[in-house]
């Protein structure tokens, strides 16, 4: 049985960072693109960033490029956003993702976590 669980959400004030976590079991991990979502509040679900199974490529949504890293550790089943410069407008749920095809930052992932909630406070 597969689960994805992701952790590290909080409210934080702008200009702060935070870092999500994602472990992901019941699966051959290094095998698995994965991704971080978000969804706000009356708005679409939209792909943040995600990582090949190699960390060889990596990928941002424009809104958040030099702000978000995305990262993994295989040997932990884990992968990481590190989430700089927070903006009120980055409020949303993340979700983390898993799949063994590439679909980057569309939301076609067979596996999803419950979600971890971001609140950034101006």
């Known amino acids: 049985q597969v689960q994805v669980m992701e952790s590290g959400g909080g409210l934080v004030q702008a200009g702060g960072s935070l870092r999500l976590s994602c472990t992901a079991s019941g699966l051959h991990f290094n095998q698995y693109t994965m991704g971080w979502f978000r969804q706000a509040p009356r708005k679409e679900r939209e792909g943040v960033s995600c990582?090949?199974?190699?960390?060889?490529?990596?990928y941002y949504v424009g809104s958040v490029k030099g702000r978000f890293t995305i990262s993994r550790d295989n040997a932990k089943n884990t992968v990481y956003l590190q989430i700089d410069s927070l903006k009120p407008e980055d409020t949303a749920m993340y979700y983390c993702?898993?799949?063994?095809?590439?679909?980057?930052?569309?939301?076609?992932?067979?596996?999803w976590g419950q979600g971890t909630q971001v609140t950034v406070s101006s």
């Open positions: 993702a898993a799949d063994r095809l590439d679909w980057w930052l569309l939301p076609q992932y067979k596996y």
């Open positions: 990582i090949s199974w190699s960390a060889g490529s990596t």
